[in-house]
């Protein structure tokens, strides 16, 4: 019989097998569950050297899954210019201003997490950052990364003036002559790709190392890395920065590297993909690190119109435009390749956020199927912004998981200013459908993309709930029907990306054999009223049966 290492006693469990939490130990031996259950139970397990720790009542939950972030590029820009918590285009300019005089010797002043709502239109111009830096070139992408806000002087040294046309995939804001006002959109970003410094190994590892802390601290035991791209020109490899992180021992959370389908690189790319794949799994151990998934950018973002959608954007008096978004790939190209991803054994996991998009991505599964079969491929798509009533049905059916963001179903600025309005008049009652989705068998996970937002679990379980941002008491966004009950989302966080993670067998639930990986809550979630679970706070989080993060009294202070 095996002994454990540490027993968890005295507290609350929710194991994911039960529809709520049960008092209960926790048993632990070997970096895995030796036993869920009562005292009594659980004192065979025990000996004169098992670390016996008080719970005092809080809740044990299986650790939370990411399923979509991009934490080496969020930990890298909170080193740099960071924008994330400024409240209005006032603050995010005092911010810039104070970055680049506290840093006299850095070439551009890179960073990123400013907010469309704080500017008129969602565009901030380039005159606000030559007020404040006018000699040395600023890049500062959005919150959503799907923008970019510059100053003069990086538009000098990229060589685009009113001249340079918009490339297909993106487009710049002008001015009355043409000239680029500031912001940046989608692909016209890559323009400045050749004169802004890139990332160096140095700064990604340490970014990594950054996220990794912090996300610890939120309860997040695993996660997807939704953009690993390969290297080009001098950059970064990001699937060597996490091998050699794996390797060293820094990496304590489990991560599946989604590889980046180019848009521009063709068929040709598929072999380079499977040969990376198969170098990790020949490196490190799949439960740790692996990089079976391509992440396939459908379309953009609905603020910025960019999102593919069915119906066309409205303008600012409510008629129709001809613009209906981008649609990065042609939706017959598209079929093609994803059959090709699927039949070499790899994961497809899809950035569909506009409703056209949507349609695309699961036409490009069911042609999958139709000419593989059924697989293990467990693909998800990621946002579903808007979904048509008639697609809601199809992931079930194709065996495709809804990858939901749910700290967006919510009334806030960027959707009520940004983007309600330039949709049709139904537009709410479609927007995020996370309730109809469930109501079909779809099976549900659940992921934050940081840094576009905050990887707080909690923060989302709490919107997902209510469909209210934390603290608010206003009006729901779009139907009750569309609201999640707290063990729905609970699980989309654990069981639900453990099973897109292929980590099913081994976390996401908390029962005998499984990885002890796992939660301490404050207080118990499932006895809050539904307003107020945004107030729970996560005390530990343990993988492997070893405690790696335990809030301090600062942290409760604060």
Same mark, same amino acid.
């Given at each position: 019989?095996?002994?454990?290492?540490?027993?968890?006693?005295?507290?609350?469990?929710?194991?994911?097998?039960?529809?709520?939490? =049960?008092?209960?130990?926790?048993?632990?031996?070997?970096?895995?569950?030796?036993?869920?259950?009562?005292?009594?139970?659980?004192?065979?397990?025990?000996?004169?050297?098992?670390?016996?720790?008080?719970?005092?009542?809080?809740?044990?939950?299986?650790?939370?899954?990411?399923?979509?972030?991009?934490?080496?590029?969020?930990?890298?820009?909170?080193?740099?210019?960071?924008?994330?918590?400024?409240?209005?285009?006032?603050?995010?300019?005092?911010?810039?201003?104070?970055?680049?005089?506290?840093? !006299?010797?850095?070439?551009?002043?890179?960073?990123?997490?400013?907010?469309?709502?704080?500017?008129?239109? /969602?565009?901030?111009?380039?005159?606000?950052?030559?007020?404040?830096?006018?000699?040395?070139?600023?890049?500062?992408?959005?919150?959503?990364?799907?923008?970019?806000?510059?100053?003069?002087?990086?538009?000098?040294?990229?060589?685009?003036?009113?001249?340079?046309?918009?490339?297909?995939?993106? =487009?710049?804001?002008?001015?009355?002559?043409?000239?680029?006002?500031?912001?940046?959109?989608?692909?016209?970003?890559?323009?400045?790709?050749?004169?802004?410094?890139?990332?160096?190994?140095?700064?990604?590892?340490?970014?990594?190392?950054?996220?990794?802390?912090?996300?610890?601290?939120?309860?997040?035991?695993?996660?997807?890395?939704?953009?690993?791209?390969? !290297?080009?020109?001098?950059?970064?490899?990001?699937?060597?920065?996490?091998?050699?992180?794996?390797?060293?021992?820094?990496?304590?959370?489990?991560?599946?590297?989604?590889?980046?389908?180019?848009?521009?690189?063709?068929?040709?790319?598929?072999? *380079?993909?499977?040969?990376?794949?198969?170098?990790?799994?020949?490196?490190?151990? *799949?439960?740790?690190?692996?990089?079976?998934?391509?992440?396939?950018?459908?379309?953009?973002?609905?603020?910025?119109?960019?999102?593919?959608?069915?119906? !066309?954007?409205?303008?600012?008096?409510?008629?129709?435009?001809?613009?209906?978004?981008?649609?990065?790939?042609?939706?017959?190209?598209?079929?093609?390749?994803?059959?090709?991803?699927?039949?070499?054994?790899?994961?497809?996991?899809?950035?569909?956020?506009?409703?056209?998009?949507?349609?695309?991505?699961?036409?490009?599964?069911?042609?999958?199927?139709?000419?593989?079969?059924?697989?293990?491929?467990?693909?998800?798509?990621?946002?579903?912004?808007?979904?048509?009533?008639?697609?809601?049905?199809?992931?079930?059916?194709?065996?495709?998981?809804?990858?939901?963001?749910?700290?967006?179903?919510?009334?806030?600025?960027?959707?009520?200013?940004?983007?309600?309005?330039?949709?049709?008049?139904?537009?709410?009652?479609?927007?995020?459908?996370?309730?109809?989705?469930?109501?079909?068998?779809?099976?549900?996970?659940? /992921?934050?993309?940081?840094?576009?937002?905050?990887?707080?679990?909690?923060?989302?379980?709490?919107?997902?709930?209510?469909?209210?941002?934390? /603290?608010?008491?206003?009006? *729901?966004?779009? !139907?009750?029907?569309?609201?999640?009950?707290?063990?729905?989302?609970?699980?989309?966080?654990?069981?639900?990306?453990?099973?897109?993670?292929?980590?099913?067998?081994?976390?996401?639930?908390?029962?005998?054999?499984?990885?002890?990986?796992?939660?301490?809550?404050?207080?118990?979630?499932?006895?809050? *009223?539904?307003?107020?679970?945004?107030?729970?706070?996560?005390?530990?989080?343990?993988?492997?049966?070893?405690?790696?993060?335990? =809030?301090?009294?600062?942290?409760?202070?604060?």
């Amino acid at each position: 019989m095996a002994i454990a290492q540490t027993i968890l006693e005295n507290g609350w469990v929710y194991t994911g097998r039960d529809d709520v939490p =049960r008092r209960a130990d926790l048993a632990i031996g070997d970096g895995k569950i030796l036993a869920v259950g009562a005292a009594e139970e659980l004192a065979p397990l025990a000996d004169g050297a098992t670390e016996r720790l008080d719970v005092a009542g809080k809740l044990i939950v299986p650790g939370f899954q990411d399923s979509h972030m991009h934490p080496v590029f969020a930990g890298v820009e909170l080193l740099q210019c960071d924008l994330t918590e400024v409240t209005s285009a006032d603050d995010a300019v005092d911010t810039v201003r104070r970055y680049a005089e506290e840093h !006299p010797d850095e070439p551009w002043i890179l960073g990123a997490g400013w907010s469309m709502e704080h500017f008129p239109g /969602g565009t901030p111009t380039r005159q606000l950052l030559d007020a404040v830096v006018p000699d040395r070139p600023v890049f500062l992408q959005n919150r959503d990364h799907h923008g970019a806000w510059v100053n003069s002087k990086a538009l000098e040294l990229a060589g685009i003036d009113a001249t340079t046309p918009d490339p297909e995939s993106g =487009r710049f804001e002008r001015e009355a002559d043409g000239t680029p006002a500031g912001t940046v959109h989608e692909g016209a970003m890559d323009l400045f790709a050749s004169v802004r410094p890139g990332t160096s190994e140095e700064l990604a590892y340490a970014g990594l190392l950054k996220a990794q802390e912090l996300l610890l601290s939120q309860g997040i035991t695993a996660w997807q890395d939704a953009w690993v791209t390969m !290297p080009e020109d001098g950059s970064v490899d990001l699937l060597q920065v996490y091998l050699k992180a794996a390797q060293a021992g820094d990496l304590k959370v489990r991560v599946r590297i989604c590889q980046w389908w180019d848009r521009t690189a063709g068929d040709a790319q598929l072999e *380079p993909i499977l040969a990376r794949r198969e170098e990790v799994a020949q490196a490190v151990a *799949p439960e740790r690190l692996t990089a079976s998934t391509v992440k396939i950018m459908v379309d953009g973002v609905a603020e910025n119109f960019t999102a593919a959608m069915h119906e !066309p954007y409205r303008d600012h008096h409510g008629h129709h435009t001809d613009n209906r978004g981008i649609e990065f790939f042609d939706p017959e190209e598209m079929k093609g390749f994803v059959t090709a991803l699927d039949a070499a054994g790899m994961q497809l996991h899809f950035h569909a956020l506009g409703d056209r998009a949507v349609t695309d991505a699961l036409d490009a599964l069911e042609q999958a199927r139709a000419a593989n079969g059924a697989t293990d491929g467990r693909h998800h798509l990621a946002h579903l912004q808007l979904v048509r009533a008639e697609d809601t049905p199809r992931f079930a059916k194709l065996g495709a998981a809804a990858n939901m963001q749910a700290l967006w179903a919510c009334h806030e600025d960027q959707m009520d200013e940004l983007t309600l309005p330039f949709l049709e008049p139904d537009a709410e009652e479609r927007h995020y459908p996370f309730g109809e989705l469930a109501a079909h068998g779809t099976r549900l996970a659940a /992921g934050s993309d940081w840094p576009v937002s905050t990887a707080d679990p909690l923060a989302a379980m709490h919107v997902a709930v209510n469909r209210t941002s934390p /603290g608010e008491t206003g009006k *729901p966004l779009g !139907p009750d029907h569309q609201k999640l009950s707290l063990q729905q989302i609970l699980n989309a966080y654990t069981q639900g990306t453990a099973w897109i993670n292929h980590l099913d067998h081994l976390t996401g639930t908390l029962e005998e054999g499984r990885l002890a990986d796992f939660v301490v809550l404050d207080r118990d979630v499932f006895q809050l *009223p539904a307003e107020q679970i945004h107030t729970a706070r996560v005390e530990e989080t343990w993988i492997d049966g070893t405690r790696v993060y335990r =809030r301090t009294a600062q942290e409760e202070e604060a």
